[in-house]
């Protein structure tokens, strides 16, 4: 993702630099937080920047800092470091603000409910990077894409019908774990009957989703995963049921704000 992205913001070179820069300055730079927050895609531009023959130190990823501290430092080329200013910090802030909002979410449930997991979803801008962050959060990736395991949702049933989805099941590889979406009690119940391994109760109300899970734990031994417009404020409601074993948050990933973070330079 760095290499895409600053591919397409030198794509016809760096005017402004190549005209007020010498070309054999060397400078040192500094990423430094402009607020509190969970350091989060360290490690990541560490590789691509030494790629680039530029040096780096710094923080090991779910560090945590106040404002003002640094988080990343850059040496090399002075020209060179101004280019990839932009692209480091859109990656850091974006990264640092989805590991911040994670761990403060994830420390939130744990203290009501230490069995739950709070998970990512594949509603995310940089895929597996934003995974990532969550992780150094404290949360759970959950797919990292649709190879990982077997996952019926709504228009899989729309297309073909559930008795075609449980039919097809059947030959599913016993390597894949599958996860039935149900947006209806009969779904759920029937999904537990049938040998999913976990179920997906989407867009219920936090009370509607614990009486469910209550009724699929009577049934079966399988994980439950809440999911669907749970935010920070609602997410201690669900976390309060006895019965359930994930909580899957797209927020953690479309919401959460990036961080501010912003890069000093010196020459050297």
Known sequence: MFRILYEDDVRYGDVTSELVIPPDMNAVGEIVAQEPCVVA??????????????EVDGLSDGTFVNSGEVILTMRGNARKLLSVERT????????????TETRKIVSMV????????????????????????VMI??????????????????????????????????????????????????????A????????????????????????????????VEFSGGITPENVLQYAK???????????LTHS?????LSMRMEKI
Not at 154 to 180: Q, R, W
Not at 241 to 251: A, H, K, L, Q, R
Request: hydrophobic share 40%; proline share 2%; charged share 25%.
């Open 110 to 133: 744990r203290e009501m409910n230490s069995h739950v997991r709070i998970a990512a979803t594949r509603k995310t801008l940089w895929g597996r990077l934003d995974k990532l962050a």
């Open 137 to 190: 959060g404290g949360g759970d990736p959950h797919r990292w894409n649709l190879g990982d395991m077997i996952m019926v949702k709504d228009n899989h049933i729309a297309l073909v019908g559930l008795d075609y989805v449980y039919s097809s099941l059947k030959s599913a590889s016993f390597t894949k774990k599958v996860e039935m979406e149900a947006d209806t009690e009969e779904q759920a119940l029937i």
């Open 41 to 54: 895609g360290a490690s990541y531009l560490r590789g691509e920047l030494e790629r680039m023959s530029i």
């Open 241 to 251: 049921c006895p019965e359930v074993d994930i909580i899957s948050m797209g927020y």
């Open 192 to 223: 537990a009957e049938s040998g999913a391994d976990i179920i997906l109760l989407d867009n219920f109300s936090p009370e509607d989703a614990c009486r469910i899970a209550g009724k699929i734990k009577d049934v079966a031994n399988v994980l």
């Open 256 to 260: 959460a704000h990036s961080v501010n």
């Open 88 to 99: 480091v910090l859109n990656i850091l802030s974006r990264l640092c603000g989805i590991a």
